[in-house]
């Protein structure tokens, strides 16, 4: 599997036409209805490669433009996604700066 | 990909341009996939719709967040617990809230501002938009699709002539069988005719003969007794009438 490839996983004949957003392989218990005590062995069956992990955020980016950037009458929702979580994000990465800033001795 | 979000970020020429490098790229899976026209095989797998957007709370919050707290707390439970972390962030400092935070607050309000009043223009303009793109896409298919239904339209208004044309082609047909008749009729009337007359000219024919031997006979038989009286016979015969004048004198 190159750059640029479809996944292993997805067969044209049996799938259909390709949608980014749709794990292709053999689906497991959604982590929704995972009970607690097997969260180990769900986390263990996981695929931790690199590539698999890029996939799923790939996937998880185009869920997200799925249902909020392409639909025909999209709102202002995915701008303001962004804009929240890039705000949350720099606040993050600034944090050990922004502590800095506390008004208060004791809490 | 095409909404209005991707019209204000000017996504619409880059998908273009993505779509049409798709298009023309040689791999052999990506022809197999511009090569799948029928529906997938395996279950559970449908071609993909684009869907209506995610509705959302506040503009942007996902309303599933909102879904996922309400089972558990009721309605006001989502907006109880953003409001206590926060309360709890605020208090102990782990949010801090620097000169940052007052930028951010302003802008949250000329945004909200911003949005109401010009967000309804926006999207109605938008919306225009993405109905005339659409359209201009969608033109040319409807005015073949209408197109070939008036050539289908066409055909079978020529197919319903053609059949007016046999109903034709029988009557012509019919006439046609008259005219035989007709002439076959004038024909036999024409032998019949021309068969009494010869029949008719025969019969004249045997009259005529019978007519004329009978007269040769009769001269004839005239002729033959005439140049059987010897003038013998003539004289007695005068005598004979002399003598009858005689007597008839006498009486």
């Not at chain 2, 309400?70 to 409001?83: D, E, I, L, Q």
């Not at chain 2, 076959?184 to 021309?194: D, G």
Request: proline share 4%.
């Amino acid at each position: 599997m190159a750059f640029g490839d479809y996944p292993i996983d997805y067969n044209p004949k049996a799938h259909g036409p390709y949608d980014p957003a749709r794990f292709y392989g053999k689906p497991d218990t959604p982590f929704g209805q995972v009970k607690v005590g097997e969260i180990g062995s769900w986390l263990a069956r996981r695929n931790k490669s690199p590539q698999a992990m890029m996939g799923a955020v790939s996937r998880a980016y185009w869920r997200w433009q799925h249902k909020y950037v392409q639909p025909k009458k999209a709102g202002i929702a995915p701008f303001l996604h962004v804009v929240f979580g890039s705000m949350a994000f720099f606040y993050m990465i600034n944090y050990s700066k922004l502590t800095h800033h506390r008004n208060y001795k004791y809490h | 990909m095409l909404s209005r979000a991707a019209i204000l970020s000017g996504q619409t020429s880059k998908s273009l341009v993505a779509s049409c490098l798709r298009a023309t790229s040689t791999s052999s899976l990506n022809n197999q996939v511009a090569k799948t026209d029928d529906k997938p095989t395996e279950v559970g797998f449908q071609r993909p719709v684009r869907q209506e957007p995610g509705k959302v709370r506040l503009g942007f919050v996902p309303e599933e967040w909102f879904q996922f707290f309400y089972k558990k707390t009721g309605v006001t439970g989502p907006y109880t617990f953003a409001f206590t972390l926060s309360t709890y962030l605020v208090s102990k400092e782990i949010y801090v809230l620097e000169h940052e935070y007052y930028t951010g607050l302003s802008l949250i309000i000329m945004w909200v501002y911003g949005i109401k009043t010009l967000g309804p223009k926006l999207a109605a303009y938008l919306d225009k938009e993405i109905d005339e793109f659409e359209k201009g896409w969608n033109e040319s298919r409807e005015e073949q699709k209408a197109a070939l239904s008036d050539q289908i339209k066409d055909e079978e208004k020529n197919q319903w002539s053609v059949e007016g044309q046999n109903v034709l082609v029988e009557a012509k047909r019919e006439n046609v069988a008259l005219q035989l008749e007709a002439n076959y009729r004038e024909r036999i009337i024409q032998v019949y005719s021309e068969v009494k007359k010869r029949l008719d000219y025969q019969v004249e024919k045997q009259n005529i003969e019978r007519r004329i031997t009978q007269k040769n006979l009769v001269d004839w038989v005239v002729a033959k007794v005439r140049s059987s009286i010897t003038p013998d016979q003539e004289k007695q015969n005068i005598n004979k009438c002399i003598n009858d004048l005689s007597l008839l004198a006498k009486a």
